[in-house]
């Protein structure tokens, strides 16, 4: 009863992912500014992470949350010289 619970919820949890997903890619393709799309891109690349995690969890595979960690901080890196890049030039 419980796994099936789980399994219920972390569904729901990735449906509402994939929604907003969808919004912020939207958001992606029509953002007026560069720092609209900059700031749709983390959010795409965190709410990609909330997807590894949902997988590692319902593949019961504890490895799929290094990888998630991996690409977070490349993630990060890559915003952070992206907004350097707009903010004065590299």
Do not use: H, N, W
Request: charged share 15%.
């Amino acid at each position: 009863m419980a796994e099936q619970l789980f399994v219920l919820l972390i569904g729901l949890a990735a449906v509402l992912t994939a929604c907003g997903f969808l919004l912020t890619l939207l958001r992606f393709v029509k953002g007026p500014s560069s720092a609209d799309r900059v700031v749709a891109f983390d959010v795409l690349t965190i709410i990609s992470i909330s997807g590894i995690i949902f997988a590692a969890l319902m593949a019961d595979r504890i490895i799929y949350l290094d990888v998630a960690l991996v690409y977070a901080l490349l993630s990060f890196l890559g915003v952070i010289v992206v907004a350097r890049y707009l903010e004065r030039g590299l």
